[in-house]
């Protein structure tokens, strides 16, 4: 028995074509299992990049409550006190005759200056004994 020739190049013809047909299906899926592990690999590093920018936003804001605050403006250290009203002007010493008073016109003057702030009470205690004589 004879086989027809066009049988056997029929038979060939859809071979190759169940076996073209089967390797772009094959083609197709390991297309898309390489694309789903390309895209899984893409997430993850989209993942890792945002953990490590709030990784460094936490760092930041740490170091800014651990910081010392900023220094505040204070008065500078030669500022006058609050103002007082003014101590009533010094009056020149009296006339000899009444030298005796002028020390208790004196401490009087200096005891208004040390309730002022204007001098300190150890400044007053030592006048005090230069005009006593202590």
Avoid: C
């Avoid at 390309?38 to 936490?58: F, G, H, K, N, P």
């Avoid at 103002?83 to 208004?112: C, K, R, V």
């Amino acid at each position: 028995m004879r086989r027809r020739p066009g049988r056997q190049i029929a038979r060939v013809a859809v071979g190759s074509a169940v076996a073209g047909a089967t390797m772009g299906a094959v083609n197709h899926h390991q297309q898309k299992r390489w694309a789903s592990k390309d895209q899984e690999a893409y997430q993850e590093a989209i993942t890792q990049q945002q953990l490590a920018a709030q990784q460094a936003q936490i760092e930041q804001l740490q170091q800014q409550q651990a910081a010392p605050p900023p220094p505040q403006y204070a008065a500078p250290p030669y500022a006058p006190e609050p103002y007082a009203a003014p101590a009533p002007p010094y009056a020149p010493a009296a006339p000899a005759a009444a030298a005796a008073p002028s020390y208790i016109e004196e401490l009087q003057h200096l005891a208004t200056l040390r309730d002022q702030g204007i001098i300190s009470a150890e400044d007053f205690e030592a006048k005090k004994r230069q005009l006593l004589g202590i």
